[in-house]
């Protein structure tokens, strides 16, 4: 598959079958990740991978609860706030490390689904985890073998997307 | 090429050939764009694509304006205030869009920059391109067909950017 079809056919999966991911497989998919681009090249993610009971006591923190337990093992991702060098950057660039994540993780008949409702519970679950001062959990991701694989999201048109510039300028 | 073949090949490219990129692939650019996740699939992302004087006249406001100077075409992405629901998930959401045009780009043997130091004169470009009232300019991707592949940049160890739980929850 090409890039776009990869790009186009990735869903959120939200239901796993009980089939493990293995330890090489987590390894790829982090360096997936690693490889993304970032800011003066400050890489400011770093990146947690919990499963069993571990995983499973994140479910108490998220209305997604179900799908955090369904998953294998899911992925924190953190912003290293002493790394980070403009705030608004550094979280563009976790962004594209989820995707570059997301993406591999599809390559590979894999799935995955991206939660951020779990932040409303950062504080707690930043304690519990006894998560080092400075790392700043911005993203969940939970993974597994999809069980199910959802039809298309809609998108809007990208003629809706595109701003015309209005300007003085000349083209 | 695998997905993460793609992510680790993929460079920023600073030198371009004097070569169009068509209409046509700037379309399939945006599409690999629009296809991103976003929260609550908020779609936050606008477009304006540049060429030409239009193009140039941007470099005045960058020190990398030999990058938008010789590149064939920028990307201006914007977030939609408007459509945002949580301010830092929805730059992780532009910043996940960005990397898939990135990889698409590579995907179709263009090259492509990030650029995020002009964001520094974020409010005088939207004023003089008349950037309409809720849009904030996030990213400008300048690309074309690549002159000169730089090598791997460096990148931290996956020990590195690995944390490890340190908690009573027991795994």
């Known amino acids: 598959m090409d890039a776009l079809g990869l790009i186009k056919t990735r869903r959120a999966i939200r239901r796993f079958k009980k089939e493990p991911v293995s330890d090489k497989q987590i390894e790829a ?85 991206w939660l951020g409702e779990i932040l409303n519970k950062r504080a707690e679950i930043e304690k519990l985890l006894a998560i080092p001062k400075g790392l700043e959990m911005e993203a969940l991701i939970a993974l597994g073998k999809p069980a199910i694989i959802p039809k298309a999201g809609k998108r809007m048109l990208l003629k809706d997307l595109l701003v015309r510039p209005k300007t003085k300028v000349k083209g």
């Not at 997936?32 to 090249?41: C, D, E």
């Not at 994140?58 to 997604?64: F, G, K, Q, S």
């Not at 955090?68 to 706030?81: A, T």
């Open 29 to 113: 998919i982090l360096e997936a990740g690693r490889w993304s681009p970032s800011g003066i090249n400050n890489q400011p993610w770093r990146f947690m991978v919990l499963d069993g009971v571990r995983k499973n006591f994140l479910a108490e923190y998220t209305v997604y609860s179900s799908i955090v337990r369904g998953s294998d093992k899911v992925i924190l991702v953190f912003l290293d706030r002493g790394e980070s060098y403009h705030y608004e950057k550094d979280l563009m660039a976790i962004g594209a490390c989820v995707q570059s994540m997301l993406l591999y993780i599809h390559s590979c008949g894999l799935g995955a689904c």
